[in-house]
């Protein structure tokens, strides 16, 4: 496999010129900040953040063991996601492949762009089927995406077969680690400096809980990197949320005793669901929820809504159906739950 950076660019982000901020432009020490139209009367938000993150870049690099300059911070992963597409995929003519079952936002940033959208299934199993999968990648094929552990299975998919997809294809491997907190599997971000076509996303909206910050990871090789800030809108990451991530960033602790937490209540929930009679299958989960196959999902569903609890229903989706996806919560919740459940 022959990895070129350069043709995988779309040729209008190539020669792009990216929009210069006021805070771009001037980066020093001065008293007086006339140059970006904000207003001078002080408040906690009256100055636009630093466009390039640098103190949270610092932080969560020595925090990931990556260099400043691997990694990318969105609005969410999902702008992440979003900007991938914008860089790497010339509308009405390129392709992306997802295997599925798996995390909506692909397909929907797909349709967004215009890139046609190729999907193969995963196995029943919910794990890569790399003959297939290898199969489907065609000439125009610029990105893959695999999400592990996968959403809505909840699964991690095997290392070795992300491995093979690595050496075998020149677009680029984005392997979602949105999970990744929950599980001890070893994140991609390792194999960074030996595939140049790897991309990994994290996010602080799960284990670290923080989905209302909007603060999603990317990380890559130095070249790909700089493709994604040159098309990023310039302040993408709010002030507060700079400045709140920095500080809970500091306390891993509290974030691994509230993973902990999760994990055990992820045992019991899944001991306890099998117990249940309109539980036909509890699929195994490295993810902080769990996929179930029931006896009338949809009515499941209902029924659990009338009772206040809302769940998610897959059933719809490839592989999963008659499947609900349940976020593991307090244990009080998950009790409510479980009797719910058990009462229908
Ligand atoms: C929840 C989730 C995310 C998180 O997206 P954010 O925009 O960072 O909140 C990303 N990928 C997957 C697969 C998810 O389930």
């Given at each position: 496999?022959q990895?070129?950076?350069?043709?995988?660019?779309?040729?209008?982000?190539k020669?792009?010129?990216?929009?210069?901020?006021?805070?771009?432009?001037?980066?020093g020490?001065?008293?007086?900040?006339?140059?970006?139209?904000?207003?001078?009367?002080?408040?906690?938000?009256?100055?636009?953040?630093?466009?390039?993150?640098?103190?949270?870049?610092?932080?969560?690099?020595?925090?990931?063991?990556?260099?400043?300059?691997?990694?990318?911070?969105?609005?969410?992963?999902?702008?992440?996601?979003?900007?991938?597409?914008?860089?790497?995929?010339e509308?009405?003519?390129?392709?992306?492949?997802?295997?599925?079952?798996?995390y909506?936002?692909?397909?929907?940033?797909?349709?967004?762009?215009?890139?046609?959208?190729?999907?193969?299934?995963?196995?029943?199993?919910?794990?890569?089927?790399?003959?297939?999968?290898?199969?489907?990648?065609?000439?125009?094929?610029?990105?893959?995406?695999?999400?592990?552990p996968?959403?809505?299975?909840?699964?991690?998919?095997?290392p070795?077969?992300?491995l093979?997809?690595?050496?075998?294809?020149?677009?680029?491997?984005?392997?979602?680690?949105?999970?990744?907190?929950?599980?001890?599997?070893?994140s991609?971000?390792?194999?960074l400096?030996?595939?140049?076509?790897?991309?990994?996303?994290?996010?602080?909206?799960?284990?670290?809980?923080?989905?209302?910050?909007?603060l999603?990871?990317?990380?890559?090789s130095?070249?790909?990197?700089?493709?994604?800030?040159?098309?990023?809108?310039?302040?993408n990451?709010?002030?507060?949320t700079?400045?709140?991530?920095?500080?809970?960033?500091?306390?891993?602790?509290?974030?691994?005793?509230?993973?902990?937490?999760?994990?055990?209540?992820?045992?019991?929930?899944?001991?306890?669901l099998?117990?249940?009679?309109?539980?036909?299958?509890?699929?195994?989960?490295?993810?902080?929820?769990?996929?179930?196959?029931?006896?009338?999902a949809?009515?499941?569903?209902?029924?659990?809504?009338?009772?206040?609890?809302?769940?998610?229903?897959r059933?719809?989706?490839?592989?999963?159906?008659?499947c609900?996806?349940?976020?593991?919560?307090?244990?009080?919740?998950?009790?409510?739950?479980l009797?719910?459940?058990?009462?229908?």
């Amino acid at each position: 496999m022959q990895f070129d950076l350069n043709k995988l660019i779309r040729e209008n982000i190539k020669v792009l010129k990216p929009y210069s901020s006021a805070r771009d432009e001037f980066e020093g020490e001065a008293s007086i900040f006339l140059d970006a139209n904000e207003s001078p009367y002080p408040s906690s938000y009256n100055r636009y953040p630093d466009p390039h993150q640098k103190k949270l870049k610092q932080k969560i690099s020595s925090l990931k063991n990556v260099k400043e300059a691997q990694l990318f911070l969105g609005n969410g992963s999902d702008e992440a996601i979003d900007l991938l597409f914008r860089a790497f995929c010339e509308p009405g003519v390129d392709e992306v492949l997802i295997p599925q079952p798996t995390y909506g936002m692909y397909s929907v940033s797909a349709a967004i762009n215009n890139v046609k959208m190729n999907q193969v299934a995963l196995t029943p199993s919910f794990d890569i089927d790399l003959v297939t999968t290898l199969q489907a990648i065609t000439p125009k094929t610029k990105l893959i995406f695999l999400c592990s552990p996968n959403n809505p299975s909840g699964n991690l998919l095997s290392p070795n077969k992300i491995l093979e997809i690595l050496k075998a294809f020149n677009g680029l491997v984005i392997i979602d680690e949105a999970y990744i907190d929950f599980t001890t599997s070893e994140s991609f971000i390792s194999k960074l400096s030996q595939y140049k076509n790897l991309v990994v996303l994290q996010t602080l909206s799960k284990a670290w809980g923080l989905a209302s910050l909007r603060l999603g990871m990317c990380f890559a090789s130095k070249e790909i990197i700089p493709v994604l800030n040159k098309i990023k809108p310039p302040y993408n990451i709010s002030g507060p949320t700079q400045a709140l991530a920095l500080e809970r960033l500091d306390d891993i602790e509290t974030k691994n005793i509230l993973v902990n937490e999760i994990l055990e209540q992820r045992r019991t929930l899944a001991k306890e669901l099998s117990s249940i009679k309109a539980v036909e299958h509890v699929f195994p989960s490295d993810a902080n929820f769990i996929l179930v196959r029931v006896n009338a999902a949809k009515q499941v569903y209902q029924k659990l809504l009338t009772r206040g609890i809302v769940v998610r229903d897959r059933s719809n989706i490839i592989l999963c159906n008659d499947c609900l996806r349940i976020t593991v919560g307090t244990p009080t919740e998950n009790k409510i739950l479980l009797d719910e459940l058990n009462k229908l």
